[in-house]
């Protein structure tokens, strides 16, 4: 099975609102609600900003939301911060009872 | 408090075989699905293996299907992953992490993991 499809990188200046794009299909994120995004930084193992499409785990920022519309589910952060700048991958349950990442996503804050 | 370290990695030969282990502390480790996680050096992410909380069910990627063995032993809070015929497309960085999860009968639907070992480094090369 392919990796979710996510834009290799986004870029957008402090203060600003960015979104991350995940699409995939009916077998993963379009058939279930259970999509999760991770922020990794380098060198560093991936910490859970968003379950269920839209939950944040306590001491995510609430500046981190999810969001689903069909095959495609999204990943915004708004009010840009430096320390956003990271690696970000999303996260699907699968048909087969498996999990499936995106490729990820690079993040810049300009 | 809450933590998972993994072990086991190392510097292996193609064909050989590997056994990682990730201890868990800090909750109740027979309650939770775990899952493995590898990424490979300046890759993504990619799911690896799962096995819910008392070992009944567990699903394997394709890509390591028949070669990769998860398991794990509740009574000494320990996950592990045994790996063989290894080729250098599984070098990489292999990470626990734990899994939630809902009960919809009949099976467990995993929506996210949401605590992670720091990381054990597999290097397969001749």
């Known amino acids: 099975q392919s990796a979710l499809t996510q834009p290799a990188s986004v870029s957008g200046s402090p203060g600003q609102s960015i979104t991350i794009s995940c699409i995939g299909t009916s077998s993963d994120v379009g058939g279930y609600g259970y999509v999760s995004w991770y922020q990794q930084y380098p060198g560093k193992a991936p910490k859970l900003m968003i379950y269920q499409v839209t939950n944040r785990p306590s001491g995510v920022s609430n500046r981190f939301s999810g969001s689903k519309s069909g095959n495609t589910a999204s990943l915004t952060i708004s009010g840009l911060q430096a320390e956003d700048e990271a690696d970000y991958y999303c996260?699907?349950?699968?048909?087969?009872?498996?999990?499936?990442f995106g490729g990820g996503t690079k993040l810049t804050v300009l | 408090q809450v933590q998972l370290v993994e072990s086991g990695g190392g510097v292996v030969q193609p064909g050989w075989s590997l056994r990682l282990s990730c201890a868990a502390s800090g909750f109740t480790f027979r309650s939770y699905g775990m899952h493995w996680v590898r990424q490979a050096p300046g890759k993504g992410l990619q799911w690896v293996a799962v096995i819910w909380y008392d070992g009944s069910e567990k699903y394997h990627a394709q890509s390591v299907e028949g070669r990769y063995t998860i398991s794990r032993d509740n009574s000494k809070n320990m996950l592990y992953l045994q790996m063989s015929s290894l080729t250098v497309e599984d070098t990489g960085v292999y990470y626990c992490a734990r899994s939630l999860a809902e009960w919809k009968h009949p099976r467990y639907y995993y929506y996210g993991m949401d605590v992670w070992g720091q990381g054990t480094t597999v290097t397969v090369s001749s």
């Open positions: 996260s699907s349950y699968t048909s087969s009872s498996h999990v499936i």
